[in-house]
């Protein structure tokens, strides 16, 4: 299961969020959604709805955020309510949020958001907030399916409220479907996103990633030390910052990057043929995989015995492999349609010139440089951008998340700069 802790998201840290907790079982994950939220530097006022404290305490909302819950839009029956402006809670909590976020988030409330009604205090403040909102629906897969919360849904969405999910899969109830609360990392994930500009909206960003694996036999076979790390940091920043992504990933152990799609691969020829399947629909490539150069040529249809005879040794024919970058540059210099290509170079030594060479052999618009002994495996990296019209940009050492935003923002500034 993918671990929980996320490195620090963009637009989360100081950010004032009134989380609102409907009464379904899907509750308890809101606990976590607070602490992860806390974690990311957010301060959480949390709002729950009268039916909500059936399934979960207020205490353990206000031990996780450092705040007192309210629940009763009658001031007199909430313990404290000291923090509020005019002793109006039904307009005052929301007054001081940056984000209103609804998880999760019920039929019946779901319905009466949509119609306007406001009959606690959890639906004054959705009705009197003047922040963005969103809501993340945890219900029975045949609520969810029901024409009149399809028709709620469709009408939130008109009016401009985030619908974060719901995921598919099984239920409390034991029905299996739609309607499941998406998991709390999954929606700070989602409000990153909705509090983020977005400057790869409407793009389509497909990337490879991680190291390639090319057979010997059955059982064994070469690859290399690549983590894909940076190729997952930059399929996640990519869709953080507004992008639809497809990410064809050699063979890691990391969890998939939120949002994406992935297509997993193993050897280069398989990656090669993921990646031309999917490039006519896409407005910018990244190739950031450690593409193995050669691969086997007969790999053994058998396991490969250990000869006893010394004299005889292990003899392998390689083959070429496809350059993928190297074709994708040649594709895009072609086609009407623009297609921005982004390469990596990983070297030990000679890193400004090999990158730059690299611009011109595989026609690539930028190449990030990065040295290989520093970034292989790791969490930190400094990479330089390297382009055809300007000098190296030298971003710091930073986490690879940050430095993907960073990548990213240069590529979007600059690629719209040379078409307009
Ligand atoms: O010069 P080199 O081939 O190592 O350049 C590395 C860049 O080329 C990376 O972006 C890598 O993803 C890409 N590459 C590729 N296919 C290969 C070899 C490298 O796409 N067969």
Redesign the pocket.
Known sequence: MRPIELPQLPGLNQLRVVLGVCGGIAAYKSAELVRLLVKQGCTVQVVMTESATHFIAPLTFQALSGKAVHVSQWPAENGNQGNLDRGMPHIDISRHADFLLIAPCTANSMAKYAHGFADNLLDNLVLARNCPMAIAPAMNVEMWNNRATQRNISQLQTDGIHVFGPAAGEQACGEVGSGRMLEPFEVVLELARAVNPKPLAGKKILL?AGPTFEAIDPVRGITNRSSGKMGYALAQAAWLMGGEVTLVSGPTALPSPYGAHILQVQS?KQ??AAVFGQIEQNDLF????????YGIKNPSVQKQKKQSDRAVGLHMEFEL????????GELASKRTRPLTV?????ETENLDE?ASR?LE??K?QF?IGNLAQHALGADQTRLSIYSKRQPPERLDSMDKLSAAEAVLSFISKHTQTHTS
Do not use: C, Q, R, W
């Open positions: 490879t280069a990656m090669h990244i190739g950031v995989a450690a593409v193995a150069d492999n496809p350059d993928i970058l190297a074709e994708v982004v390469g990596f170079a990983a090999y690299k052999s595989k690539a190449i």
